[in-house]
Structures are given as C-alpha cells and as structure tokens.
C-alpha cells in the first residue's frame, strides 16, 4: 500500500465495517469462481458498492485479493495455531492440524479460497514473492512441530522436517483442488473431510513411533 493509500485507510466504524464486508464478499466470490474468473465488476456487484466506495479501500482487484489472503492466512494462523499449539506434544500437535483446520472450513467456508487464490496469484511475476509468504508460514509451522517431535522421539528421524512440511501443505492443497475437480461446489463437505482423513492416518504410519 502506498503512503497516499495508507492515509487514506478507513478510520472510522463505519470504514472498518465496509472493508471488512468486501474482504468477507470477496473472499466468497473468490471461492466461487476464482481469480480469474471473478471481474471487479462482479465484486462490486456482490458486494453492494459503488465504484467509488470500492476504489476507496483497494485500488484494483488484484490489491484486493491479496488483502484477502493476509487476512485468510491471518485467521489460519491465530485459530489453527492456538487450537493446534495448546496440545501439550509435538505428536499431538501434528494430530490436531486435521480436525482444526475441518473446523475452521466448516465455520468459514470462505477459507477455501486461500489455496485457488494462492495458486492464481503466485502466476503473475508482479505478486508472486508476495504470494509465497502464505504457504511459506504453513510449512515453517508445521516444520517446527516435526522438528520437536523427532527430538522428542516421537516422530520418525532421518527426515527433513522442511521437507516433511512441505509435502504435507501440498498434500492438504492438493486434495483441495482434486475436490474441486471431482465434486465441484463440495468446498470442505465430506467427501473433502474424508480424503483428509485418510491423508492424515497415512501420516501417522509414516511418522508416528509406535509406543
């Protein structure tokens, strides 16, 4: 956001309120449709705002995507991370990823649209290091937590656990957008709920020590 931007930022309840009723349209849209196929148009429709009213909080539908991506992998990392970091082990921690991040689509239905979004972004030059920021936070998350189980003897050694992260943020995108692609519309139902199950007992067999 430029300086200019920035002073003209909403101040007001009333600002506030109306940034955060685009960020929550556009959040659904995007879920919707995607990036590309969402105009401006289409958002300012949706969100039941003049020209003038859009432009006020974001300069262009780009800008606005990308506020709703910070504030999406916002709520992910304060809801997930709290809920996830309050178990008392790292192995324990791993298992709570899957059912508090269910929870959080099942309350937010919205939140699906941080990977279409991330995906659709992360090709354009312009705003792919800024992109990167959103998954590079889940995998350094999810890595610290293999990092302590392995020294706690909990988790299998002899893995990276970057690495480990890695494949286990893309693997949770990737049963998103296979979802997307075998049942359209089905955003975080049961079909989703149960392929991210599975994924997660395969994890245990792979890391989890038997005690």
């Not at 956001?1 to 109306?18: F, S, V, Y």
């Not at 929870?103 to 941080?114: K, N, Q, T, Y």
């Amino acid at each position: 956001m430029t300086a200019d931007r920035a002073l003209r930022a909403p101040a007001t309840p009333k600002g506030e309120a109306t940034r955060a009723h685009l960020l929550r349209t556009a959040g659904r849209i995007f879920a919707e449709r995607g990036y590309v196929a969402t105009t401006q148009s289409d958002l300012i429709a949706a969100a039941g705002l003049t020209k003038g009213a859009f432009y006020f909080h974001f300069a262009s539908k780009a800008e606005l995507a990308l506020a709703v991506l910070r504030e999406q992998k916002g709520r992910w990392l304060v809801q997930v991370g709290e809920r996830v970091l309050s178990e008392p082990t790292a192995v324990e921690q791993l298992r709570a990823l899957v059912p508090a991040m269910l929870d959080l689509h099942e309350r937010e239905p919205a939140a699906w649209s941080i990977t279409r979004l991330t995906r659709e972004l992360a090709a354009d030059p312009a705003l792919a290091a800024e992109v990167a920021k959103t998954p590079a936070e889940w995998v350094a998350l999810i890595a610290d937590i293999v990092r302590r189980g392995q020294a706690d003897g909990d988790l299998r050694s002899g893995l990276d656990p970057e690495q480990i992260a890695a494949v286990l943020v893309g693997a949770f995108d990737g049963i998103k957008d296979l979802t997307d692609v075998l049942e359209p519309g089905a955003e975080g139902g049961p079909a989703f709920a149960a392929r991210i199950r599975t994924c997660q007992s395969l994890v245990e067999l792979a890391l989890v020590v038997p005690r």
